[in-house]
Each structure stands twice: as structure tokens, then as C-alpha cells.
């Protein structure tokens, strides 16, 4: 693993049993994420995007594969051993209101971490906590209130700020804008893109919006029923999709074009994501693709290099 590599995830799988049936919600999945940097999970409601975050951080148990976390391998590791990595290794949640228990204050639930893991004092904590909720932008007496006192888009700052108050390494965030107004969503995203170039973090950076996921992300990792079916550098993916279900995605987007010439027809993804329960045979997606072939209907694909970094699972990819 190069130097510069905070995590490396490989082939890492998981399924449940749901009523006497296997559920794959994650595949074989690989990736790598150097520190300071972003890889963004992308895909629709059901693809595995939360499950895979919470396999990484190790907040559920994987079937196959393993993750090895700033040169450790984490995946078998004890509840003992593991504990101690928990402070490099943090979650910011869509719904932030739920996260925080509702009898604390604001300031003890962003002071709790800390009591947990023997950091500081109470002297030295109280003043982080301070510190921190200043830094995400929080007036310092909104660590009395509690969480029913505050916003939607104070709430996710304080979870921001919990997340922060270990000084973490790695941060996986699930949608942490997608349940707020549009004009907080880009106060936050700018909040969470400051502090990684102040604090050198990492993101696992998990949302449906692919405008945010561009601006925010070095590398795109695009997930269909718990499989990475595309991947590249963020430039390259947006410039070159390969995989037919990535340049749906992408049509999908509402671009206000500069004037009427350079308008684009808006697309959609025909039917519904399959349910995990019974996947299709072959290229779980040709149900859905309008260029599938028998062959797709049949084979899986395997993964072929588009360019450098940038690979698809696809049988149409040269």
C-alpha cells in the first residue's frame, strides 16, 4: 500500500438474510483514498452507497474482503483493539436530529466523545467545544440549547463539529445535505470542503446529488445494486462516462444553460432499481439499459480500463 494511502478497501462484500432470502447490498467492492483527499459514492436509493460507508468504518461486520485503515487491517480486529482507531475514523448522518441523543445539550453530546476516549480535561474539553462550534460557524451559547432548539442546518454544524471534536483522519458523510434548504447546503458544503484543506481529512463523501459530488470529490465511484460499476477521477468521469447507467446519471442532471443553443434534453432512468433480494442474471442493469444485448442479459461484465484510473464494468466498453 503506497505511503500516501489512508485506506484500502478490498473486495469487500456483505449480505443479509431477509425473510429466509440472501440480500447482496454489497459486492466486491475495491477502492483506495489517499489522505486529504475525497472519494465520492454515488448511485441510486438501494445501490449500497450507506452500507459500504458503514462497512468501512466498521459499523457493520463484512462477509469477505478487508479494510485496512492507515496500514492496519481493521477487518477482524476486536471490539478492544478496534476502539482505539475509532477516534481516526468518524460519520456525519443525513439526519442529524437523530444521531444526537435529545436529553444532552449540544455541548455534551460534542463533549461526550472526548470523556469516552480520555481526552483532555473537563477544562480543556469545554473550551474545544467552544472552539469547535465557532469554527463551524455556531455561536458559543448554542452549547446550552438543546437539540429541538435548533435548525436543520444548525444541527448538521453540530454534528459536523461531534465529528471533528477527535480530530479524526477519515469522515464518511451520508448525505449530510440532502435533507437541508439549497441556500444551507452550500454553506455546509463549502464548510466541509474548508476544513479538509485545513485539517488534511479524508472524505467518503456518500449523496444522490452529482453536482455536489463533482465539486466536492477527487475520485467518483459509481454503485449499482451494491456493485462499483464505474469509477475514475472526477474530471475524467464527468468528461468520459463509459457506463450506460453513469451517462444517464449524468443527463440527469438540471444544467441552466448559457443560451438556448447548448440546451440538452434532461433524461431519465427508465423503471426501477431491482430489488437485491433477486437481481437480475448477467449486467444487473440491462433491464433498464437501452442498449443491452443478449450477451448483457446473460454474462456479467467484468471490469475493462477506459484510461488511466478510470474503469467500467461494461460488455459495450472498448
Known amino acids: 500500500m503506497p505511503t500516501d494511502t489512508l485506506l484500502q478497501v478490498e ?11 440472501s440480500l447482496h447490498a454489497v459486492e466486491n467492492v475495491s477502492f483506495a483514498l489517499e489522505a486529504g483527499k475525497t472519494l465520492g459514492l454515488v448511485g441510486e436509493s438501494g445501490s449500497g452507497k450507506s452500507t459500504l460507508g458503514r462497512l468501512v ?4 461486520d463484512s462477509d469477505k474482503g478487508k479494510v485496512v485503515f492507515d496500514g492496519t487491517d481493521i477487518s477482524r480486529l476486536k471490539k478492544k483493539e478496534l476502539r482505539s482507531l475509532r477516534r481516526d475514523m468518524q460519520i456525519i448522518f443525513q439526519d442529524p436530529s437523530a444521531s444526537l441523543n435529545p436529553r444532552m445539550t449540544v455541548g455534551e453530546a460534542i463533549e461526550d466523545a472526548m470523556i469516552i476516549h480520555k481526552i483532555g480535561t473537563k477544562e480543556s474539553n469545554r473550551a474545544r467545544v467552544s472552539e469547535l462550534l465557532q469554527r463551524v460557524g455556531l455561536p458559543e451559547n448554542v452549547k446550552y440549547a438543546y437539540p429541538h432548539e435548533l435548525s436543520g442546518g444548525q444541527l448538521q454544524r453540530v454534528g459536523i463539529a461531534r465529528a471533528l471534536s477527535l480530530n479524526p483522519k477519515l469522515i464518511v458523510c451520508d448525505e449530510p445535505v440532502s435533507a437541508l434548504d439549497v441556500s444551507i447546503q452550500v454553506q455546509v458544503i463549502q464548510l466541509l470542503k474548508d476544513l479538509q484543506e485545513e485539517y488534511n481529512l479524508s472524505y467518503i463523501f456518500i449523496s444522490h446529488n452529482l453536482a455536489v459530488v463533482e465539486y466536492l470529490s477527487d475520485e467518483i465511484a459509481v454503485l449499482y445494486l451494491g456493485e462499483v460499476v464505474e469509477q475514475a477521477p472526477a474530471d475524467e468521469l464527468f468528461q468520459n462516462p463509459s457506463h450506460p447507467y453513469t451517462r444517464v446519471l449524468l443527463q440527469s442532471i438540471l444544467n441552466v444553460p448559457e443560451n438556448p443553443e447548448l440546451k440538452q434534453e434532461m433524461l431519465s432512468i427508465q423503471g426501477e432499481i431491482p430489488s437485491p433480494l433477486n437481481p437480475p442474471s448477467g449486467c444487473a442493469f440491462h433491464p433498464r439499459c437501452t442498449h443491452a444485448t443478449d450477451l448483457c442479459k446473460t454474462v456479467k461484465p467484468e471490469r475493462k480500463n477506459v484510461a488511466e484510473g478510470h474503469f467500467a464494468a461494461c460488455h459495450l466498453v472498448d
Open 57 to 60: 468504518l466498521r459499523l457493520l
Open 11 to 21: 473486495h469487500i462484500s456483505k449480505t443479509f438474510r431477509v425473510g429466509g432470502k
